[in-house]
C-alpha cells in the first residue's frame, strides 16, 4: 500500500488575487476572514483559446484602479480591476507580414500613475509591451468612460530589443525608468525606458570544463530590489539560477542549480535579499542571494509546472500557480501552505490586489496569519475559557466501567478499615499486657526491698 499523507491547511488572511488562464478568462478569489477558505467570487469573460492571456500587469493603487491584460491573439485590454469593465482595448498588431500567433506579446508593464490630478483630468495610461521578435514600444492609451473595442493612441515609443532570437522575458524596475529583456539565444540587456538606449547587455559563460557551451537560453527575470536596477536574477533553461551586477561586471556574479528542470519563475522578496523561484516540475523554493544558500522548500509539492509566483506587499504571503490548475497560497515564514483553489483551467498569472480590505475584519485585525502570536488580551480570554470545566456526555461501557471502579474502591476500602482495626485491636493489647507485666515487675521489686530493710 503507498503511503498517503494529509496535509492541514490553517487557511488565508483576508486577502484578493486575480488569476488569468488560458481560456482568457479572469477569475477574482477572495478570502474573507482570519482563517478563511480562498474561493471564486467573479469570473470575467469567455472560455476562447485565441484569447489565452500571455501577460498582465496591475496598479493597484486606492483611486482609479486599472488592470492591463495582453491576449495571444494581439490584444491589449485595460480593465477596471475591481469590477472587471474594459476601459480600453488596442491591438499590438504592427507588423503586417506576421500572425499575431507568431509575435505574440510576452512582456506587459502598466506605468504607475506619477501625477494623479494630470491622469485624472486626462484618463490615460501608460504600456510598455514586448513581443517574442524583440518589438518593444511604449504607447499612451486615451481612457473613455464607456467601453470600447478601440481606444485612442497618443504619443508612442518604439525600438528593437534584440537582432535575433526571441525573447521570453521582460521586466521593468521599482522606479519604472528601466526594463530588462532575455530570452532564448538573446542575452539579458537593460535599457533606459525614458531615451529607449541600451545601457548594459550580459556576456555568456565561458565553456565548463569539458570545454561544453551552454546556450544562452533564459526564461525568467526580476529585479532584486525596487530602489537598486543594477541587481536582477534570471533563471534559465538548464535549471540555472544568476545574479548579475551590472556596475560589477557583465558575467553573473552568482550561479547555482536549482533541481533538474527548466526554471519557469522568479519573484523577489521584499526584504531585497531573497527570492522565490518555480520550475518546470513544480518545485517552489526561497533562496538567499548573497550566499546562494537555499533557505528551504515550501511544504507540498505542485503536480504542475510552476508559471507565475507574486509576492504580496504587505502581508507574509505568496501566490503560486501553474498547469496543475490549482492557485495556493504559502506563508513565507514556514514555508507552510495556506491554502489552495481549484480553478480548473490551465493558469497562466496571477496578481495581488494589495489594497483590498474586508471592512468586517478591519476591527478584529485580520491582518494577522494563523498560527502568529496572540495579544494579551486573547491569551487572557482564552485561559479563561479553558479553565472552565467542560460537560461530555459518557456512554453506556463508560458508565459500566466507572459503577466498576467505584464498588472496587468501596471493596478496598473496607477491607483497609478493617484491617486497621485489627491492627488496633493488637496494638491496644500488646499494650495492655505490657502494662500488666510492668506492675508486677513493680510488686516484686518492692518486697525485695521491703524484706530487705526487715533483716537489717
Known sequence: MPRTTTLECPGCPPLRALTFDALGLIKVIEARNTQGVPSVIERWGEPDSSKCVVAASINDQKYDPLLAV???????????????????AISNANVADLQPEENAIVGLHLFAKNNLELELASRCCTLLTCTAKGNASIKSIEISNSSTESASIGSSRAWDVCAGGSILCCKVDG??????????GVEVNVWDVDNCTKIWNAKPPPKNSLGIFTPTWFTSATFLS???????????????VRLYDISAQRRPVLSFDFRETPIKAVAEDIDG???????????????????GKLLGCFTGKCSGSIRSIARHPDLPVIASCGL?????????????LLSAVFLKQHLMHVVFDSNFVFEADIAS????????????????LGEEFEALPLKRKESSKSKEKNADNKENKKHKSKKNREHKK?????QTQKSASGDERSKSASKKRNKRSNSELAED
Not at 70 to 88: F, H, M, T
Open 175 to 184: 522606479s519604472e525608468k528601466y526594463a530588462l529583456f532575455g530570452g532564448k
Open 365 to 380: 485585525g485580520a491582518d494577522r496569519l494563523p498560527g502568529e502570536e496572540k495579544t494579551k488580551n486573547e491569551i487572557i
Open 273 to 291: 535579499y531573497s527570492i522565490y523561484i518555480g520550475n518546470g516540475s513544480g518545485d517552489l523554493a526561497t533562496v538567499d542571494v548573497r550566499t
Open 226 to 240: 525596487k530602489d537598486d536596477h543594477r541587481k536582477f536574477v534570471a533563471g534559465t533553461n538548464s535549471h540555472q
Open 422 to 426: 485489627s491492627k488496633g485491636n493488637d
Open 324 to 336: 496543475d490548475r490549482y492557485l495556493r497560497f504559502w506563508d513565507t515564514k514556514t514555508r507552510q
Open 70 to 88: 495582453a491576449r495571444k491573439n494581439g490584444l491589449v485590454e485595460v480593465l477596471n480591476p475591481l469590477s472587471g469593465d474594459l476601459q480600453a
